[in-house]
């Protein structure tokens, strides 16, 4: 598979994917979501890599879901979403399977991360076994002012506890890379300028362990946290994001958004509801 969206580099035990969409923030197209699925492919069956590393080109790591793409409504899934079910589909097949891929490859996974790393951003991130962040890194997920439960993967709770998850995503709060550390989101903090080279290096300390006994360690952490509900909770939020989506509410905000494009859906992400003619205020 050619790639247009995202790069792909084997060096050593290491593999490094990099979104490439610098242009846009690296905001995730559905063409970026595919070609980072095939990419995660091409790592796990080549025998040689041991240890993948998700990083992004340019000044963010991801501003979340490509919005332009959806609202456009000129691609294959932004079609089916008229539809509850086609709804379902496209979240289903693009936002779950693939990131729940990602958290159950098996190979360990390290995300380098930097500048604004939003909503879906987060989500992806989080998948991934490990974070390194640059000193510039911030972490948010405002999309909850937009109607919808945030997104798809509920992943806060179990990266920084239910208290600090409900006061990000109810108050729509951003942390630093410092606060992220101190939260357990993220494993190290380092200058900007040594985001890659720290990300290389802890992609080799991991390579030293046999990948059976790699893949042994990170399956029975994600079984231990499974046992706690992780997968389950995570399934039981995204059917409750798919029926709040649907809601007078939500169509209302979404078809609001269609006609502002995406000035409407920043007004919505700081809390101005102004482009809201049902707006009651």
């Given at each position: 598979?050619?790639?247009?969206t995202?790069?792909y580099?084997?060096?050593?035990?290491?593999?490094?994917?990099?979104?490439?969409?610098?242009?846009?923030?690296?905001?995730?197209?559905?063409?970026l979501i595919?070609?980072?699925?095939?990419?995660f492919?091409?790592?796990?069956?080549?025998?040689?890599?041991r240890?993948?590393?998700?990083?992004?080109?340019?000044?963010?790591?991801?501003a979340?879901?490509?919005?332009k793409e959806?609202?456009?409504?000129?691609?294959?899934?932004?079609?089916?979403?008229?539809?509850?079910e086609?709804?379902?589909?496209?979240e289903?097949?693009?936002?779950?399977?693939?990131?729940?891929?990602?958290?159950?490859?098996?190979?360990?996974?390290?995300?380098?991360?930097?500048g604004?790393?939003?909503?879906?951003g987060?989500m992806l991130?989080?998948?991934?076994?490990?974070i390194?962040?640059a000193d510039?890194?911030r972490f948010?997920?405002p999309v909850?002012?937009?109607?919808?439960?945030?997104?798809e993967?509920?992943?806060?709770?179990?990266?920084?506890g239910?208290?600090q998850?409900?006061?990000?995503?109810?108050?729509?709060?951003?942390?630093?890379?410092?606060?992220?550390?101190r939260?357990g989101?993220?494993?190290?903090?380092?200058p900007r300028?040594e985001?890659?080279?720290?990300?290389?290096?802890?992609a080799?300390?991991?390579?030293?362990?046999?990948?059976?006994?790699?893949?042994a360690?990170?399956d029975t952490?994600?079984?231990?946290?499974?046992l706690?509900?992780?997968r389950?909770?995570?399934r039981?939020?995204?059917m409750?994001h798919q029926?709040?989506?649907?809601?007078?509410?939500?169509?209302?905000?979404?078809?609001?958004r269609?006609?502002?494009?995406?000035?409407?859906?920043?007004?919505e992400q700081?809390?101005?509801h102004?482009a809201?003619?049902?707006?009651?205020?």
């Open positions: 598979m050619d790639f247009a995202i790069r580099e084997v060096d050593g035990a290491v593999a490094t994917i990099t979104l490439d969409r610098p242009d846009a923030a690296n905001a995730q197209s559905s063409r595919s070609e980072l699925d095939a990419a492919d091409r790592a796990e069956h080549d025998d040689e890599v240890v993948v590393v998700l990083a992004a080109e340019g000044r963010h790591f991801s979340g879901h490509d919005l959806i609202l456009a409504g000129e691609e294959h899934w932004a079609t089916q979403r008229d539809t509850p086609g709804k379902l589909e496209h289903q097949v693009m936002y779950w399977d693939k990131l729940v891929r990602i958290r159950d490859f098996p190979k360990p996974t390290i995300a380098a991360v930097q604004a790393c939003a909503a879906a987060m991130a989080s998948m991934c076994d490990l390194v962040a510039d890194a948010s997920n909850a002012r937009m109607s919808g439960v945030g997104v993967l509920l992943v806060e709770p179990w990266d920084l239910p208290r998850a409900k006061e990000l995503l109810l108050c729509a709060t951003t942390l630093d890379a410092h606060e992220a550390a939260l989101l993220v494993n190290r903090v380092v300028a985001l890659a080279s720290a990300a290389r290096s802890m080799e300390e991991v390579a030293l362990v046999p990948p059976i006994t790699a893949r360690i990170k952490i994600n079984h231990m946290v499974d706690q509900g992780q389950e909770s995570w039981y939020h995204f409750v029926l709040v989506s649907n809601t007078a509410e939500a169509l209302g905000r979404t078809a609001a269609k006609a502002g494009g995406m000035d409407a859906v920043k007004r700081a809390g101005d102004t809201r003619p049902d707006d009651p205020r």
